[in-house]
């Protein structure tokens, strides 16, 4: 199974625009210590994705998959996390989570969508949960909500 991490950080979006740029806290996406948005960006080439701040993040990953399934691991370097964002399909089965059908937004006009081709990633229902707990921990104790 997978271990998931997730690390705060910090993240400055639109950093090439003096007037826009901002640094926030943000969680990074650690796979069996391998950062997955670096993944991801490398499959794809793509440059702008970037983490999720740690409240939406921790909302996408705790909850709000069990309305719609469907949740965004990532946003773009502009700091809109719906904008072009990375997309996952996750589900809960007895005692594991498992996150497939992981995709991106591959022409906005079109609404078209780029499914990657992976195996599904599979967690431990226990430490998924436990690593959510610890993200959680972190955010109250930071001020971060």
Excluded at 87 to 115: A, F
Aim: glycine share 4%; with cysteine.
């Amino acid at each position: 199974m997978t271990k998931l991490t997730l690390q705060p950080g910090t993240f400055t979006y639109n950093k090439d625009d003096d007037d826009l740029a901002r640094t926030v806290p943000v969680a990074h996406i650690l796979l069996d210590g391998k950062d997955f948005i670096r993944q991801i960006r490398t499959w794809t080439h793509d440059k702008h994705l970037s983490p999720l701040e740690p409240d939406i993040l921790y909302d996408m990953l705790h909850h709000e998959w069990q309305d719609h399934s469907n949740v965004f691991l990532a946003g773009c370097d502009c700091g809109q996390p719906l904008c072009d964002p990375l997309y996952v399909h996750i589900e809960e089965k007895r005692y594991t989570i498992l996150w497939s059908r992981i995709s991106t937004i591959e022409d906005g006009v079109s609404g078209r969508t780029r499914l990657f081709r992976m195996n599904p990633i599979i967690f431990d229902k226990e430490a998924y949960f436990a690593e959510l707990a610890a993200m959680k921990r972190w955010m109250v104790e930071n001020n971060i909500e």
